[in-house]
T-cell receptor, first 115, second 117 residues
Framework: DGGITQSPKYLFRKEGQNVTLSCEQN?????MYWYRQDPGQGLRLIYY???????QKGDIAEGYSVSREKKESFPLTVTSAQKNPTAFYLC??????????????FGDGTRLSIL | AQSVTQPDIHITVSEGASLELRCNYS??????LFWYVQSPGQGLQLLLK??????LVQGIKGFEAEFKRSQSSFNLRKPSVHWSDAAEYFC???????????????FGTGTQLKVEL
């Protein structure tokens, strides 16, 4: 079955360290998204990508970076500039550029914690 | 800018009782509305969506939602709750387009549902 795979499920970061969260999809979707989830705040958009080699900042991009070298993959790097990285990170995708009527498909998330 | 309000942070119901989770949105045009469910430590699963047409939409797991334009609401309902329905529920509204294309979802802050046996 097609879906989105996020790894690892749990990740720990030391102070001053960059860490990369993996997101892979086999749905043949063009658009991919990264969200951050904090208790009581819902989901907030970090970055999104519509096509390979193109991505845009979301609402809370500071301290994060992404790449989109392959259609299937959209890794997120949490840099040392992100001062409060402890959160649950969710990757999502939609079929194509489309309009707002496309439901997003989500992975099972990565929980990042600070050591 | 669009926004979504879920006024109930926590709701507790008894198994077998009916359920209604509230969602109010702010959006200028006809909204694209979604309900998602999240089990602990998991991603979000789509329950149902509304784009146009019949204002009462049916979803998976016996859920339904009604779009009321006059009240800017999209409340989620279930006639009889099962213990396995305990989870967090998110309402979301879809924006027409993001810069460069694609769609953006604005999420509410979620409602945590507890089911008492």
């Amino acid at each position: 079955d097609g879906g989105i795979t996020q790894s690892p499920k749990y990740l720990f970061r030391k102070e001053g360290q960059n860490v990369t969260l993996s997101c892979e999809q086999n749905l043949n979707h063009d658009a991919m998204y990264w969200y951050r989830q904090d208790p009581g705040q819902g989901l907030r958009l970090i970055y999104y990508s519509q096509i390979v080699n193109d991505f845009q900042k979301g609402d809370i991009a500071e301290g994060y970076s992404v790449s989109r070298e392959k259609k299937e993959s959209f890794p997120l790097t949490v840099t040392s500039a992100q001062k409060n990285p402890t959160a649950f990170y969710l990757c999502a995708s939609t079929r194509d550029l489309g309009t707002g009527n496309q439901p997003q498909h989500f992975g099972d998330g990565t929980r990042l914690s600070i050591l | 800018a669009q926004s979504v309000t879920q006024p109930d942070i926590h709701i507790t119901v008894s198994e077998g009782a009916s359920l209604e989770l509230r969602c109010n949105y702010s959006y200028g045009a006809t909204p694209y509305l979604f309900w998602y469910v999240q089990s602990p430590g998991q991603g979000l699963q789509l329950l149902l969506k509304y784009f146009s047409g019949d204002t009462l939409v049916q979803g998976i797991k016996g859920f339904e939602a009604e779009f009321k334009r006059s009240q800017s609401s999209f409340n989620l309902r279930k006639p009889s709750v099962h213990w396995s329905d305990a989870a967090e529920y998110f309402c979301a509204v879809g924006e027409e387009q993001l810069t460069g294309g694609g769609n953006k979802l604005t999420f509410g802050t979620g409602t945590q549902l507890k089911v008492e046996l």
